[in-house]
């Protein structure tokens, strides 16, 4: 491909924090009054306001999306088991194999667990002119479609990547053709892969992202090696940082890897913003606190 460049010599940044530009958080207004407020529901694409608020029934079979951690229908902590065995999904009822029931027995399955985020990313990111994949990706965690972890996050990381580099390259056309395909090859990275498969989504995501932009099949040369090379780069990153997982946490290290070998590779260097501060961390029942790159201690009073 005549427009890969060689390794730049751009300045490698600490995780969770980047140069210049706005900051990708939630913040809590009375204690940093010159940040920006938390994303209104109002600025959610038109229509989802009222969508991703109520319960929503598949096969009259209702769960609650406050349960945003644990179990989608009673929030019980999930278990995993080492050898998967089948069951039936609580929402839609169809039987499926699976290694992760909660502790009370419900089972979810995981196109029912992530099909109204999945649908919410899409929409949001083929409508938003953001360029930073970061502010991106913080704005979508903020649904409350999108739960503390789940395989939506495997769509999530690609699509926030396909919406900031086509609106920075100026191609806005493009993203709706790439962001389907995103979803369709994402939806084949089950939940949980990190720990069975050792290969965390948010890493695939960035493979399908770089495979998408250079339109690698199994048979092209540079263009494999690209994608190949992408996910390797992120799921070293991951790993790095050490389990349990954290949805929020591999997302955010995939898209800033991501960034970073754009910038390298291509030379295309995505705006992205000073820092991400964690707004999860309450409500992650194995967050590594201080052990994370992304963790913010928020003082009471």
Same mark, same amino acid.
């Given at each position: 491909?005549?427009?890969?460049?060689?390794?730049?010599?751009?300045?490698?940044?600490?995780?969770?924090?980047?140069?210049?530009?706005?900051?990708?958080?939630?913040?809590?207004?009375?204690?940093?009054?010159?940040?920006?407020?938390?994303?209104?529901?109002?600025?959610?694409?038109?229509?989802?306001?009222?969508?991703? &608020?109520?319960?929503?029934?598949?096969?009259?079979?209702?769960?609650?999306?406050?349960?945003?951690?644990?179990?989608?229908?009673?929030?019980?902590?999930?278990?995993?088991?080492?050898?998967?065995?089948?069951?039936?999904?609580?929402?839609?009822?169809?039987?499926?194999?699976?290694?992760?029931?909660?502790?009370?027995?419900?089972?979810?399955?995981?196109?029912? !667990?992530?099909?109204?985020?999945? $649908?919410?990313?899409?929409?949001?990111?083929?409508?938003?002119?953001?360029? $930073?994949?970061?502010?991106?990706?913080?704005?979508?965690?903020?649904?409350?479609?999108?739960?503390? &972890?789940?395989?939506? &996050?495997?769509?999530?990381?690609?699509?926030?990547?396909?919406?900031?580099?086509?609106? !920075?390259?100026?191609?806005?056309?493009?993203?709706?053709?790439?962001?389907?395909?995103?979803?369709?090859?994402?939806?084949?990275?089950?939940?949980?892969?990190?720990?069975?498969?050792?290969?965390?989504?948010?890493?695939?995501?960035?493979?399908?992202?770089?495979?998408?932009?250079?339109?690698?099949?199994?048979?092209?040369?540079?263009?494999?090696?690209?994608?190949?090379?992408?996910?390797?780069?992120?799921?070293?990153?991951?790993?790095? &940082?050490?389990?349990?997982?954290?949805?929020?946490?591999?997302?955010?290290?995939?898209?800033?890897?991501?960034?970073?070998?754009?910038?390298?590779?291509?030379?295309?260097?995505?705006?992205?913003?000073?820092?991400?501060?964690?707004?999860?961390? $309450?409500?992650n029942r194995e967050c590594l606190q201080t052990a994370c790159p992304f963790y913010?201690?928020?003082?009471?009073?």
């Amino acid at each position: 491909m005549e427009d890969i460049v060689a390794a730049s010599s751009s300045p490698s940044h600490r995780s969770g924090s980047f140069p210049n530009g706005s900051r990708c958080s939630k913040i809590r207004s009375r204690l940093e009054p010159h940040r920006a407020p938390a994303m209104g529901m109002n600025q959610f694409p038109q229509g989802w306001s009222g969508r991703i &608020h109520k319960l929503i029934a598949y096969g009259g079979a209702p769960y609650d999306m406050e349960h945003t951690a644990g179990c989608l229908i009673c929030g019980r902590d999930l278990v995993y088991s080492e050898e998967s065995r089948d069951l039936v999904c609580a929402v839609c009822g169809e039987v499926q194999s699976t290694t992760a029931v909660c502790e009370a027995g419900h089972f979810v399955c995981d196109r029912c !667990h992530s099909l109204e985020a999945l $649908d919410f990313i899409e929409e949001f990111c083929i409508t938003t002119t953001l360029e $930073d994949p970061l502010a991106i990706a913080c704005i979508l965690m903020r649904s409350p479609a999108v739960r503390m &972890h789940g395989p939506e &996050h495997h769509f999530l990381v690609p699509a926030a990547l396909i919406a900031a580099y086509c609106n !920075h390259q100026g191609e806005p056309g493009r993203k709706g053709p790439l962001l389907r395909q995103a979803r369709a090859r994402s939806s084949a990275v089950p939940g949980g892969a990190c720990g069975t498969h050792g290969a965390c989504g948010a890493a695939v995501g960035t493979g399908i992202f770089m495979s998408l932009i250079t339109g690698s099949t199994p048979l092209k040369k540079q263009e494999w090696s690209l994608a190949n090379q992408m996910t390797a780069r992120s799921l070293m990153m991951i790993a790095r &940082h050490g389990g349990p997982r954290c949805c929020k946490r591999d997302s955010w290290l995939a898209i800033q890897t991501a960034v970073t070998f754009l910038s390298e590779r291509f030379g295309v260097a995505l705006p992205v913003g000073e820092e991400v501060r964690c707004e999860y961390s $309450d409500i992650n029942r194995e967050c590594l606190q201080t052990a994370c790159p992304f963790y913010t201690v928020y003082l009471a009073g």
